[in-house]
């Protein structure tokens, strides 16, 4: 029986092996045992991670590979479990990292300081980058440097990712934050058609600001919110009604909305009806909303009808807390069971409420991300689902989970086979196990908030 050596492959089968692994499997694997496969690895796109990456892996990857290599395709390196790797890289190699072929480039926890090195002395020399993804959950750091913007010719870039979380909705000046990165980095929005902001909050009533900057935008994720005196000051609903939206908004298809407490359904409304091109509409309340428009399924349809024609996906979360009113849960889910809904666009709802002034909807699927909530003594649920099975709730993969001893409650709660990620608001007792709820098999975290 004659034993086929990996040598003796064909390289279109080798190329194809080699498309499962990443760039460390790569380099350590086949790196060094020839001629042929050094060739190989030469002329392939290596796709490089350092997120849990060894020290000893990291020195020998950035020290005896990266000056010698010029076919380095995507980079993510990351100060989340070691602070360091970004600032001995961008110290080693300032000089060598144009030299690849860079498309894709991400920072995760970089020092303020150090990405104002990068800005100004690296990212004008990346010409093939594509896409830049900077995340950030050190929120001490400041950033005392001066706000000027760097002038930057990329003709190539495309993607842009900013996720800086904050303690605040609106962070004073010095603190590193989302705007500021946007700031400096105006000169390279003409050409964006992807951007993510995805913690700093934007005041809707500079919307306008952002739009101007943005002709190409194919794809925005934002968080919109109203500052509390400006709110104040202007009283009545603020209408965003801007040919400048309307005109750089041309090529927008996906729209990814979080809102904060103050924006309200008819300011959103006049935002969308800018958009009549639009494909995909994803909205989703940051903590909640007491706007009671937003749970109006005539409302939706009304401004779908006529504003967004061509929308085929819809995505909503929407939580209501400190109501005014005592809404029936029934009476708003049936405004979700026309024909429009349920026939034409094959759009389902479900809602869940918790008290008189408090409860949550959501579409099937629902917006990515989303916390969903789950509380034993729900008074109300239901549903536009024709049916339900174990597959269901798929999509959703957050709980924030409230679990308390009652008596008996006749509200039969939906059961989640793929969440990954829960927050305890109460231990449940010995008569109450998260399995009766949740696949607890498909756990990663658990948060107690109690």
Request: charged residues 20%.
């Given at each position: 029986m004659s034993v086929l050596k990996l040598e003796h492959l064909a390289n279109e089968i080798l190329y194809t092996i080699f498309d499962y692994l990443d760039g460390f499997h790569h380099i350590f694997a086949f790196r060094g045992l020839n001629s042929r496969f050094n060739s190989l690895i030469n002329h392939i796109h290596l796709h490089i991670n350092t997120t849990h990456c060894r020290k000893a892996d990291f020195n020998y990857l950035f020290d005896d590979i990266f000056p010698f290599t010029t076919n380095i395709f995507s980079l993510t390196i990351s100060n989340k479990h070691t602070l360091g790797p970004i600032e001995i890289f961008l110290n080693r190699h300032l000089d060598l990292i144009p030299h690849n072929q860079l498309n894709h480039l991400k920072l995760i926890d970089i020092d303020p300081q150090v990405l104002n090195t990068f800005l100004k002395t690296i990212l004008p020399k990346l010409t093939r980058l594509v896409s830049l993804n900077i995340t950030n959950s050190i929120t001490?750091?400041?950033?005392?440097?001066?706000?000027?913007?760097?002038?930057?010719?990329?003709?190539?870039?495309?993607?842009?990712?900013?996720?800086?979380?904050?303690?605040?909705?609106?962070?004073?000046?010095?603190?590193?934050?989302?705007?500021?990165?946007?700031?400096?980095?105006?000169?390279?929005?003409?050409?964006?058609?992807?951007?993510?902001?995805?913690?700093?909050?934007?005041?809707?009533?500079?919307?306008?600001?952002?739009?101007?900057?943005?002709?190409?935008?194919?794809?925005?994720?934002?968080?919109?919110?109203?500052?509390?005196?400006?709110?104040?000051?202007?009283?009545?609903?603020?209408?965003?009604?801007?040919?400048?939206?309307?005109?750089?908004?041309?090529?927008?298809?996906?729209?990814?909305?979080?809102?904060?407490?103050?924006?309200?359904?008819?300011?959103?409304?006049?935002?969308?009806?800018?958009?009549?091109?639009?494909?995909?509409?994803?909205?989703?309340?940051?903590?909640?909303?007491?706007?009671?428009?937003?749970?109006?399924?005539?409302?939706?349809?009304?401004?779908?009808?006529?504003?967004?024609?061509?929308?085929?996906?819809?995505?909503?979360?929407?939580?209501?807390?400190?109501?005014?009113?005592?809404?029936?849960?029934?009476?708003?889910?049936?405004?979700?069971?026309?024909?429009?809904?349920?026939?034409?666009?094959?759009?389902?709802?479900?809602?869940?409420?918790?008290?008189?002034?408090?409860?949550?909807?959501?579409?099937?699927?629902?917006?990515?991300?989303?916390?969903?909530?789950?509380n034993n003594t729900s008074i109300a649920w239901d549903t536009t689902l024709p049916s339900i099975n174990l597959s269901t709730f798929h999509c959703i993969t957050c709980l924030k989970i409230y679990i308390t001893k009652v008596e008996s409650n006749p509200i039969l709660l939906p059961y989640f086979n793929n969440v990954k990620s829960v927050k305890l608001l109460t231990l449940p007792s010995k008569d109450h196990y998260l399995s009766q709820y949740i696949n607890v098999s498909k756990l990663e975290t658990v948060t107690i908030e109690c």
């Open positions: 001490k750091f400041r950033y005392d440097l001066p706000l000027e913007t760097i002038n930057v010719s990329l003709p190539a870039f495309k993607y842009l990712s900013l996720s800086i979380e904050q303690t605040s909705y609106y962070p004073h000046v010095p603190f590193f934050n989302e705007h500021m990165l946007m700031h400096r980095m105006e000169s390279i929005l003409s050409t964006v058609t992807h951007l993510s902001l995805e913690y700093s909050p934007r005041d809707i009533v500079g919307l306008t600001l952002l739009f101007e900057k943005l002709n190409k935008i194919e794809y925005l994720q934002i968080t919109l919110d109203i500052d509390d005196e400006v709110a104040r000051a202007i009283g009545n609903p603020f209408i965003s009604n801007s040919p400048l939206i309307r005109d750089h908004g041309q090529h927008l298809r996906s729209f990814i909305i979080q809102i904060g407490y103050h924006i309200l359904f008819v300011e959103i409304a006049a935002l969308l009806t800018h958009f009549p091109q639009l494909q995909i509409l994803s909205l989703a309340t940051q903590e909640f909303t007491h706007d009671i428009q937003f749970y109006d399924g005539q409302a939706w349809e009304k401004l779908i009808q006529t504003s967004l024609p061509r929308l085929t996906s819809l995505r909503l979360y929407i939580f209501l807390d400190y109501l005014s009113s005592n809404p029936i849960l029934h009476d708003i889910i049936n405004r979700f069971r026309t024909p429009f809904w349920l026939n034409e666009k094959k759009w389902y709802i479900v809602g869940d409420q918790f008290s008189n002034r408090s409860l949550q909807i959501y579409t099937i699927p629902c917006p990515k991300k989303s916390i969903v909530i789950l």
